[in-house]
């Protein structure tokens, strides 16, 4: 990688971004209000009241009343100036809501991410370092359940297993509340109740670096550089690491800049079980009370996350692959 071509790259990534991030907020805007329901009505219902003149109130106050395209204008706004609007539902701002759960579903997903990846490369190695022996059929088996188990499914039998049979490990949220923690002990607490929600989370994307690993590395052991190292007397090991493993993480590397960002998105399923305090249970929350500023919220924080990791991933497959340029 030329480092004088960087700044030019990322300079022509970022425009490209901002363009992205526009389309997606006008997006995630006209879908969030062709969804069927009127915010209103909930408001009004929570408020025990239904009157025609209050429900207009409400319309007048939080913007509905106005022409869709008004509404768009100032969203984008809005937007722009950071502001993500205010949440009927909490009496809060889109934005500290968010920042209050952020955390929380930076913590599951960064956990279930370096599991899926570490844990996936290494079984991947590992079958196909053993290809046609029965740890490979073992690790192959085991990773077409995983990936074909629904979430939710693995997330109640990990919660009847270790938390209800075994009593190892805490089922739901994300620290306990009844005690008053500070600290390392908070730490531990927070690392036990996380370990189930990662699991959970994690093992689908394992099955899925599991494969792609060793798929690809048997690839790359067929190649005449790897025989020609072979033939050199280069010891078995130091071609596993630098020659076939090496060039096996291109295609891992891209697909988990992918994966990181539907990480997010699965989130909200693991959330929901685990009741995981996370924007992924916020959002859910904000999806049954038709609260629009939140969702839109989510979505567009969300979306500025993924956007940020494929870029961090194009920087670093250019890093790991020489041959790359960051031109164009």
Request: aromatic share 8%; glycine share 8%.
């Amino acid at each position: 990688m030329d480092a004088s071509r960087l700044p030019g790259f990322l300079l022509r990534r970022l425009l490209k971004s901002a363009l992205v991030i526009v389309a997606i907020a006008i997006c995630n805007f006209l879908l969030i209000h062709a969804a069927p329901g009127d915010p209103a009505s909930v408001i009004a219902g929570q408020s025990g009241s239904a009157d025609p003149q209050f429900m207009e109130q409400l319309r007048h106050q939080f913007g509905l009343d106005r022409p869709l395209h008004v509404q768009l204008g100032i969203y984008l706004r809005d937007v722009l100036t950071l502001d993500l609007g205010f949440s009927h539902r909490q009496q809060m701002p889109v934005a500290t809501l968010i920042l209050d759960r952020l955390p929380a579903t930076l913590l599951l997903t960064g956990a279930a991410f370096l599991l899926a990846v570490s844990g996936g490369v290494a079984l991947g190695a590992l079958a196909a370092r053993r290809a046609g022996t029965w740890a490979d059929s073992a690790i192959t088996a085991l990773a077409l359940t995983f990936y074909a188990t629904p979430l939710f499914w693995v997330g109640l039998m990990l919660v009847l297993l270790f938390s209800v049979q075994l009593e190892w490990l805490p089922s739901f949220g994300m620290s306990d509340p009844g005690l008053d923690l500070h600290g390392p002990a908070l730490w531990w607490d927070v690392a036990q109740h996380l370990v189930l929600p990662a699991l959970t989370l994690g093992l689908f994307y394992l099955a899925v670096y599991a494969r792609l690993t060793r798929a690809t590395m048997l690839e790359v052991a067929d190649q005449d550089f790897v025989k020609t190292a072979r033939a050199k007397g280069v010891p078995e090991g130091r071609i596993l690491r630098a020659h076939i493993l090496r060039n096996a993480l291109l295609p891992v590397i891209t697909f988990a800049g992918i994966q990181a960002g539907q990480l997010i998105g699965g989130s909200i399923l693991v959330e929901t079980v685990f009741a995981w305090p996370g924007i992924g249970r916020l959002a859910f929350d904000a999806l049954l009370a038709r609260d629009y500023a939140v969702l839109l919220g989510v979505f567009f924080c969300t979306s500025v996350m993924v956007i940020v990791l494929n870029l961090a991933t194009d920087l670093l497959y250019a890093v790991v692959d020489p041959r790359v340029e960051v031109t164009g």
